[in-house]
């Protein structure tokens, strides 16, 4: 299968990017990596009357430390870039820790944070992690900016806060607070293959052991990142006990996900994966806290 016919603009700068979108709006489609769109429109699941290549772009494509001490992403940033970046180790831990499960080395020198984030695919690795680590996202259209938490970002299958007119130019990772541990796990058939399912952790401790904050997120469990606020609140002002995290994987794999049956698992083996991956995360994401050196 091939495209159907459509218009061609490669902006070099921010700004021409953002005019042609105005110009163009539903009728348009950014090309940043290709790895989503392309394939989708060579199906013909999608014929946009416009394509906004943002590979000339380069004021996107940098990583850089934001005044708050914490990270900065454009989202042009190939995964690649990220996954061997030494301010992403360092700033973002988790982020990188989870570079590695996406896909393979060849679509990870293609893809962009940015188009991956956009995309929200409910399998994709990155949206859990942003929202894991209460990221913010700016979405920018002519003459307005706006940021966007990671968590609003995503209202459902697919679908994101993006209006017609925006791009979703970079990505802020708040610092981490002292004392917080991290992790992240998924099961899939093969590596690279979308993972049945995936959780990411982030767990803060004070000097006594007692959990401060604690945010878990699923992956592919939901139309969209799924929160677990009810587990969380149950380690938060506790000292995270094997018992208390068995109790809160039980708590989110049974109250706080939607899992689906598909033709790779029953709705009912994902939520024992989901118990069984987020009682170790979470238990990682503790121990790792409780063990400052690591960080």
Same mark, same amino acid.
């Given at each position: 299968? #091939?495209?159907?016919?459509?218009?061609?603009?490669?902006? +070099?700068?921010?700004?021409?990017?953002?005019?042609?979108?105005?110009?163009?709006?539903?009728?348009? #489609?950014?090309?940043?990596?290709?790895?989503?769109?392309?394939?989708?429109? %060579?199906?013909?699941?999608?014929?946009?009357?416009? &394509?906004?290549?943002? %590979?000339?772009?380069?004021?996107?494509?940098? &990583?850089?430390?934001?005044?708050?001490?914490?990270?900065?992403?454009?989202?042009?940033?190939?995964?690649?870039?990220?996954?061997?970046?030494?301010?992403?180790? +360092? @700033?973002?831990?988790? $982020?990188?820790?989870?570079?590695?499960?996406?896909?393979?080395?060849?679509?990870?020198?293609?893809?962009?944070?940015? !188009?991956s984030l956009a995309h929200a695919d409910p399998a994709s690795e990155l949206p859990?992690?942003?929202?894991?680590?209460?990221?913010?996202?700016?979405?920018?259209?002519?003459?307005?900016?706006?940021?966007?938490?990671?968590?609003?970002?995503?209202?459902? @299958?697919?679908? =994101?806060? /993006?209006?017609?007119?925006? &791009?979703?130019?970079?990505?802020?990772?708040? *610092?981490? $607070?002292? %004392? =917080?541990?991290?992790?992240?796990?998924?099961?899939?058939?093969?590596?690279?293959?979308?993972?049945?399912? !995936?959780?990411?952790?982030?767990?803060?401790?004070?000097?006594?052991? &007692?959990?401060?904050?604690?945010?878990?997120?699923?992956?592919?469990?939901?139309?969209?990142?799924?929160?677990?606020?009810?587990?969380?609140?149950? @380690?938060?002002?506790? +000292? *995270?006990?094997?018992?208390?995290?068995?109790?809160?994987?039980? /708590?989110?794999?049974?109250?706080?996900?939607?899992?689906?049956?598909?033709?790779?698992?029953?709705?009912?083996?994902?939520?024992? @994966?989901?118990?069984?991956?987020? #009682?170790? =995360?979470?238990?990682?994401?503790? =121990?790792?806290?409780?063990?400052? +050196?690591?960080?």
């Amino acid at each position: 299968m #091939k495209p159907a016919p459509f218009a061609y603009s490669a902006p +070099k700068t921010l700004e021409e990017a953002l005019t042609v979108m105005e110009e163009h709006g539903y009728g348009a #489609k950014l090309l940043a990596g290709g790895q989503s769109l392309v394939p989708v429109m %060579n199906f013909r699941l999608a014929q946009p009357a416009m &394509i906004v290549d943002l %590979n000339g772009v380069t004021e996107l494509g940098r &990583i850089r430390v934001g005044d708050d001490y914490g990270l900065r992403i454009g989202a042009m940033v190939r995964h690649s870039q990220a996954e061997f970046s030494d301010k992403v180790a +360092k @700033l973002a831990p988790l $982020m990188s820790e989870v570079m590695p499960h996406i896909a393979h080395p060849q679509i990870r020198n293609r893809g962009t944070i940015g !188009g991956s984030l956009a995309h929200a695919d409910p399998a994709s690795e990155l949206p859990v992690v942003m929202v894991a680590l209460n990221a913010r996202l700016r979405l920018q259209r002519l003459g307005n900016t706006r940021w966007v938490n990671a968590e609003e970002f995503y209202e459902s @299958l697919f679908s =994101t806060a /993006l209006e017609a007119e925006e &791009i979703l130019t970079e990505i802020a990772v708040p *610092p981490l $607070m002292a %004392n =917080t541990g991290y992790a992240f796990q998924e099961l899939a058939r093969r590596h690279g293959d979308y993972a049945q399912a !995936g959780v990411a952790a982030v767990i803060t401790l004070d000097e006594s052991g &007692i959990c401060r904050q604690a945010r878990v997120v699923f992956l592919n469990l939901g139309e969209i990142p799924m929160i677990a606020h009810k587990a969380a609140q149950a @380690l938060v002002g506790q +000292k *995270p006990t094997a018992k208390l995290i068995e109790e809160a994987a039980q /708590l989110a794999s049974r109250q706080e996900i939607e899992p689906t049956t598909d033709v790779q698992a029953s709705a009912e083996y994902k939520r024992h @994966l989901a118990f069984v991956l987020g #009682k170790r =995360t979470i238990q990682e994401a503790v =121990t790792r806290a409780g063990n400052t +050196k690591n960080l």
